[in-house]
């Protein structure tokens, strides 16, 4: 079957925003659902679009080893709340009963665990090293 939160901030991000509401689409269960939640339904901070901004690659590169090792603020913030969003649409294989807005939150407590522990940035260790070694 078909497993998908389809999401849009309101804001315009085609992701779940931090600046404000972000209307989901649920279709992890026999229908479609419709909800539309702020950044507090999933315990992170509000911040402006502009917090957000990266650069070039080098910078991007930066800002995500930063989220990676455990560093706060907005990025780290919408990195969970995203992550969060896509690990509830796997999970709800065995979660399509409990609510969208409850499985994201549990996804937020298990992204951000995987971060803390230093998992998150084991895992992108090994891609690293599998996209180097795929280059020749």
């Not at 991007?60 to 455990?70: I, K, M, Q, S, Y």
């Amino acid at each position: 079957g078909v497993r998908a939160l389809v999401v849009r901030g309101l804001d315009g991000l085609d992701e779940i925003s931090t600046e404000g509401p972000t209307t989901v689409w649920d279709a992890t269960g026999p229908r479609v659902s419709l909800s539309q939640f702020t950044p507090e339904t999933f315990g992170v901070a509000r911040s402006p679009l502009s917090a957000l901004r990266g650069g070039d690659a080098t910078r991007n590169a930066e800002l995500a080893r930063d989220v990676f090792a455990g560093g706060g603020g907005p990025v780290r913030d919408v990195v969970i709340a995203n992550a969060a969003a896509a690990w509830a649409a796997w999970a709800s294989v065995s979660t399509a009963e409990i609510d969208t807005a409850a499985r994201i939150r549990e996804g937020v407590e298990r992204v951000t665990h995987a971060i803390d522990s230093g998992a998150a940035a084991t895992l992108l260790d090994r891609w690293i090293e599998v996209s180097r070694s795929l280059q020749g």
